[in-house]
């Protein structure tokens, strides 16, 4: 109800306009980082450890082969310019 009431009275506009650009990009760049650590976390290619906070998972683990084959098919696929590659 709270954000129906922001988007409906405009209130929510002038809030978002009165956050800097950069202040937007940093928050951006930092949820873009943390869904891909999990999703990184997730296939096994990173892995916590004791002495660090994340470390290089099983490299010949199934999950991870199939991981890294992922990312690097959605790497060529965009750079080959295909809608919706992303």
Known sequence: IFFAILSVSG??????NGI?????MGVWGG???FISLV?????GIMS????????LGEVRDG??????FAIMMR????????PGAI
């Open 11 to 16: 209130l929510g506009e002038i809030i978002m």
């Open 20 to 24: 800097r650009y950069e202040m937007k």
């Open 31 to 33: 949820i873009g980082f």
């Open 39 to 43: 999703g990184l976390e997730s296939c």
């Open 48 to 55: 916590k450890k004791d002495c660090t906070v994340v470390s």
């Open 63 to 68: 999950a991870v082969v199939v991981g890294i």
């Open 75 to 82: 790497v060529i696929v965009y750079g080959l310019k295909v």
